[in-house]
């Protein structure tokens, strides 16, 4: 889901970042910029992702105490850690390459004079 976002957020905007070209930023400095916007997404998705896990946290605790007396979870967090440093490179790679093709044509072209 973080992924399509970041394709639709990125794709459609051309004009947009020609206009930033054309103001001064260089296509480095749009490309980063789109880089950040991505991470911050990847970063209200992995929040997200958390708070819903949570409550299956909760739920796990609460029925393992139950069961067996005390309340038992176990996560992998080397596992979890590795899910969300994936998830960043996975999105930034996208959005890297999703800005590329949006800055391909000179920024001129795309603000020109229109009927």
Request: contains cysteine; proline residues 5%; aromatic residues 4%.
């Amino acid at each position: 889901g973080v992924i399509n976002a970041v394709v639709v957020g990125t794709a459609p905007r051309p004009a947009e970042f020609a206009t930033a070209r054309l103001s001064g930023l260089t296509r480095a400095q749009v490309l980063g910029g789109a880089l950040l916007e991505s991470a911050a997404c990847t970063t209200v998705g992995l929040l997200l992702g958390l708070a819903a896990a949570g409550g299956t946290f909760i739920a796990v605790l609460a029925s393992t105490a139950v069961v067996t007396g005390v309340p038992t979870l176990v996560v992998p967090w080397d596992l979890a850690a590795a899910l969300a440093v994936g998830l960043y490179v996975v999105t930034g790679v996208t959005s890297l390459l999703t800005g590329w093709a949006a800055t391909r044509r000179p920024p001129v072209a795309l603000l020109g004079a229109r009927d």
